[in-house]
């Protein structure tokens, strides 16, 4: 940054209240402790670019983010799950090799291209949704089906195998021998020891949201906390990549907790080794 900063037009004197106001001249261990002890308690400095505090940022640009990161892993639960427990339902039929298909293109498509595709069809050709800014519900859309897709599809594959191993098994032949439909032992007995590998493989993607969001919010001009980030890199303001950077981590790191206690709660024999 002190590199950048010298030329003709800023003079020595500058850089060095500079380089002692953001306390550049002190060891790499100590400036780290420093930032470390103000982010805790909740001041993340200033925007180099602006002038506004990050952490005030931050807050204003948090709406959009989460409302994309839920809208889309709420999507992609409900696809991946629909179409999962649909192809189990009619095994090996026409309907369960189409979805297979379509669940092999959508975890292909480039996200870019999936919301590019979607603005398109929606907002060009037939003019049914908006495609710019974060305004009301509907023009949340289609920017929660563009970074909800990708992992939806995925999800989708995950769980049908889950199922399929789980139909297998000889729990299920004893009770298709005893007059139960498929839809009752998949609803009843499959769905249930299918969910923790299911939710594993749903936490992984909604995680990674966070690296979609980064293409989808510019994309759909979302002034979210992903955009923010874009737009630091693009001038360089370490202050709120650093930040943002922070953020992101907490995020995942929260997420993956979040689902290992979900999967002992759903799981019996994770539960017996953790009283073991």
């Known amino acids: 940054m002190i590199a950048e900063m010298r030329s003709s037009t800023v003079s020595d004197e500058i850089v060095r209240q500079i380089e002692v106001e953001y306390g550049l001249n002190d060891p790499l261990p100590l400036r780290y402790l420093h930032w470390a002890g103000r982010a805790l308690s909740g001041d993340l400095g200033e925007s ?32 991946g799950a629909g179409l999962a427990f649909l192809g189990a339902l009619v095994p090996g039929s026409i309907f369960d090799r189409i979805i297979h298909v379509l669940s092999l293109v959508g975890a292909s498509a480039p996200k870019f291209f999936v919301a590019a ?7 060009v050709a037939f003019r049914l949704l908006p495609t710019y800014g974060f305004g ?18 995925i999800l989708s594959r ?14 299920v032949v004893t009770a298709i021998s005893k007059g139960l439909s498929r839809r009752r032992i998949l609803m009843h007995d499959a769905v249930p020891n299918a969910l923790p590998v299911t939710i594993n493989a749903f936490a992984m993607h909604f995680a990674f949201m966070v690296q979609a969001a980064l293409v989808i919010e510019p994309i759909f001009a979302w002034p979210g ?4 980030f874009v737009e630091a890199v693009r001038f360089r303001d370490y202050q709120v990549l650093q930040s943002c950077l922070l953020v992101f981590c907490i995020f995942f790191i929260l997420v993956n907790l979040s689902v290992d206690l979900i999967s002992v709660t759903l799981d019996p024999k994770q539960r017996q080794k953790g009283l073991a």
């Open 48 to 79: 180099l670019r602006t002038g506004q505090p990050v952490a005030e940022a931050l807050i204003e640009r948090a709406p959009p983010t989460v409302t994309l990161i839920i809208g889309g892993g709420l999507f992609a639960l409900v696809m």
């Open 117 to 123: 595709l979607l603005i398109y069809t929606f907002g």
């Open 136 to 153: 009301g519900p509907l023009s949340w859309i289609l920017p929660c089906i563009s970074i909800g897709i990708i992992p939806g599809s």
């Open 158 to 171: 995950v769980a049908r195998v889950a199922l399929a191993e789980e139909m297998s098994r000889q729990y």
């Open 225 to 228: 906390i992903a955009a923010y």
